[in-house]
């Protein structure tokens, strides 16, 4: 198939859209939380109707802009490409070597011990692992709503419940509710800081307050993918040194621009990353220039300089344009922006992907909403330009 053979017909038909979509008043309506007293029942944030990027790869449309998953459109670094090259003579051998340099790189950067790290390919594989690890026995998991999925659909699928807790009105994390939901059968609480999809953050003091106190309970996972973006950006590490039951995890997704290399890893006490060594062995995923290359790009910090500057400066000009065409957008700490829209989502992403541009959209709190993750200046204008036709 090529992309003229994607039509709205056969899409809306594939996707089980046709029919009965939700119809929204014109009015963009700001998201503002409501308490959700059944637990594990009704989430606020619908995951995305129109799985766009599976649309774009089934159908092979060609997208000018692609502004769906939060990539880094400058990556790898050009240290890390040189590296993945030198590296791929050690095809032929297991990772051992190369995968204990890069935990030991790891260790010395975020001050813990080489056994305290667990490196995987991408940071799904940890999220994915650790909800393995912890609730095979069911229970139940706590954490933000709307927030990052990936680690709760996988608790869910294994049997586990969702306690979603409702952000606050001004996009944190309401920590005393999530403090309050752990009960005996709570297996962790996950947060996501900065989060996705809102770009927000909840202040590092009150996450640091909040995982001393709850992780004398429960594990308390935090995921900062997005934390080198941010200004002043802090991450919870420091907990983990002082022996506290909190795991952190970060990607080279983002930052450094090696989404498709796959690398991830987490920090955390040596009991935790022995628990999922128990049942996988994460590193066995890696490639080896992979792993050459993340090492390359972990002491490039020139390149990493660059993506945040060219980020920030491309989420300035995002940010600004849609309040110029009458949108709200939520202020972002991150790569990506999130915005309420007044047309319903499977109309909206089909228009941008008619204009070649791939955005993503969510349904949160019965109202929809557009996430466009940032690219280069070119891509973020033809973003503007788009949605400028679409709106007006
Ligand atoms: C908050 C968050 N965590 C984890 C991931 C997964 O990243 P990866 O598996 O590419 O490391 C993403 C990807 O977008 C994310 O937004």
């Known amino acids: 198939m090529n992309s003229s053979s994607f039509n709205r017909r056969n899409w809306l038909k594939q996707t089980g859209l046709g029919a009965g979509a939700l119809m929204f008043g014109a009015q963009v309506v700001p998201w503002t939380s409501k308490a959700n007293p059944a637990f594990g029942m009704t989430p606020l944030y619908q ?11 089934r159908d ?7 502004l769906l ?24 051998r297991y990772v051992y070597n190369s995968s204990k340099e890069f935990a030991e790189t790891l260790a010395e950067k975020e001050g813990v011990t080489g056994k305290q790290i667990l490196i995987s390919p991408g940071s799904t594989d940890i999220l994915e692992k650790f909800a393995f690890a912890t609730c095979l026995k069911g229970g139940n998991v706590i954490s933000a709503d709307p927030g990052y999925m990936s680690i709760v659909n996988t608790a869910r699928a294994i049997g586990a419940t969702w306690k979603n807790i409702p952000l606050k009105d001004d996009y944190s994390h309401d920590l005393k509710a999530m403090e309050k939901a752990v009960d005996s059968e709570t297996r962790f609480v996950y947060i996501c800081n900065p989060n996705n999809p809102t770009g927000t953050i909840t202040p590092i003091e009150e996450i640091k307050a909040f995982a001393k106190k709850v992780s004398k309970k429960v594990p308390v996972f935090i995921d900062e993918a997005y934390i080198e973006l941010m200004d002043g950006g802090e991450s919870a590490v420091g907990l983990v040194q002082e022996g506290y039951d909190v795991v952190i ?13 796959r690398i991830g890893y987490m920090v955390a006490s040596e009991e935790r990353v022995d628990k999922i060594q128990e049942l996988v062995r994460t590193e066995m995923g890696i490639s080896v220039t992979s792993l050459h290359a993340a ?7 020139e390149f990493q300089e660059k993506t945040k500057t060219l980020n920030a400066e491309a989420r300035n000009y995002v940010f600004n344009s849609l309040q110029d065409l009458g949108y709200k957008p939520i202020p972002s700490h991150t790569s990506f922006i999130l915005y309420p829209i007044n047309i319903p989502t499977k109309d909206f992403a089909e228009k941008m992907l008619s204009m070649g541009v791939g955005i993503r959209v969510f349904t949160i709190n019965d109202k929809p909403y557009s996430r466009v993750s940032m690219g280069t200046m070119g891509e973020v204008k033809l973003f ?9």
């Not at 092979?60 to 692609?66: D, F, G, P, Q, W």
């Not at 503007?384 to 036709?389: E, F, H, I, K, P």
């Open 47 to 57: 995951p995305s109707l129109i799985e766009t990027h599976k649309v774009i790869e």
């Open 60 to 66: 092979l449309i060609e997208l000018k802009a692609r």
């Open 69 to 92: 998953a939060n990539e880094n459109p400058y990556g790898p670094s050009p240290k890390a490409i040189e590296a993945l090259k030198e590296a791929a003579i050690k095809g032929n």
């Open 249 to 261: 995890c970060r990607t080279y997704s983002k930052i450094h621009g090696m989404a498709g290399l």
């Open 295 to 301: 090492i390359a790009s972990t002491k490039d910090l």
């Open 384 to 392: 503007v330009d788009s949605l400028d036709q679409i709106t007006g």
